[in-house]
T-cell receptor
Framework: GAVVSQHPSWVICKSGTSVKIECRSL??????MFWYRQFPKQSLMLMAT?????????EQGVEKDKFLINHASLTLSTLTVTSAHPEDSSFYIC???????????FGPGTRLLVL | AQSVTQLDSQVPVFEEAPVELRCNYS??????LFWYVQYPNQGLQLLLK??????LVKGINGFEAEFNKSQTSFHLRKPSVHISDTAEYFC???????????FGDGTTLTVKP
């Protein structure tokens, strides 16, 4: 089956620093990648949708300047949390998909803790 | 408005008992339907999906779901659960007029010995 990896799996950083999370589709080309945020015992909240080579489409209420998304190739998307603050601490999950009829394949998630 | 509702936030059940996790959606367009399972501190794993064709869909780990268009439901079922089925289950809907999916709030399935 299709595999999506995320790196790092967890990260602790100081408030004010920036953190980059990588999402890679290992055995398929993800024309679309999604970034989600999940708070404890809650559902996934879609942050943005990115298509390879295009600017990401952000959901309402998500700050595009704070959560920078780059989808430079069909197998890699990155999420950079700029000037992270404690309220940005969360579980970030990415997924990749080939087209709208296909399943989203999820990465294992990255747990971010901002001190 | 398009939405997904998982009717039960928590479902406790004894081992080897049957279980049904309920999911309803609201949409004015055709949909694709998915069930995912999430184990603690992990990403989501696809259990099954409905794109078209037969309304009864069989997935992994003995789960199945039935798409009911008239009731706009996609309930997940398993005839006999195991302790290892304890996890969070998410119903998701992908609307054909949009590229993104919407997830339900999740149902915590707890299987007791």
């Amino acid at each position: 089956g299709a595999v999506v990896s995320q790196h790092p799996s967890w990260v602790i950083c100081k408030s004010g620093t920036s953190v980059k999370i990588e999402c890679r589709s290992l055995d398929f080309q993800a024309t679309t990648m999604f970034w989600y945020r999940q708070f404890p015992k809650q559902s996934l909240m879609l942050m943005a949708t990115s298509n390879e080579g295009s600017k990401a489409t952000y959901e309402q209420g998500v700050e595009k300047d704070k959560f920078l998304i780059n989808h430079a190739s069909l197998t890699l998307s990155t999420l950079t949390v700029t000037s992270a603050h404690p309220e940005d601490s969360s579980f970030y999950i990415c997924s990749g998909r080939t087209d709208a009829r296909e399943t989203q394949y999820f990465g294992p998630g990255t747990r971010l803790l901002v001190l | 408005a398009q939405s997904v509702t998982q009717l039960d936030s928590q479902v406790p059940v004894f081992e080897e008992a049957p279980v049904e996790l309920r999911c309803n959606y609201s949409s004015s367009v055709s949909v694709y339907l998915f069930w995912y399972v999430q184990y603690p501190n992990q990403g989501l794993q696809l259990l099954l999906k409905y794109l078209s064709g037969s309304t009864l869909v069989k997935g992994i780990n003995g789960f199945e779901a039935e798409f009911n268009k008239s009731q706009t439901s996609f309930h997940l079922r398993k005839p006999s659960v195991h302790i290892s089925d304890t996890a969070e289950y998410f119903c998701a809907v992908s609307f054909t007029n949009a590229g993104k999916s919407t997830f339900g709030d999740g149902t915590t399935l707890t299987v007791k010995p």
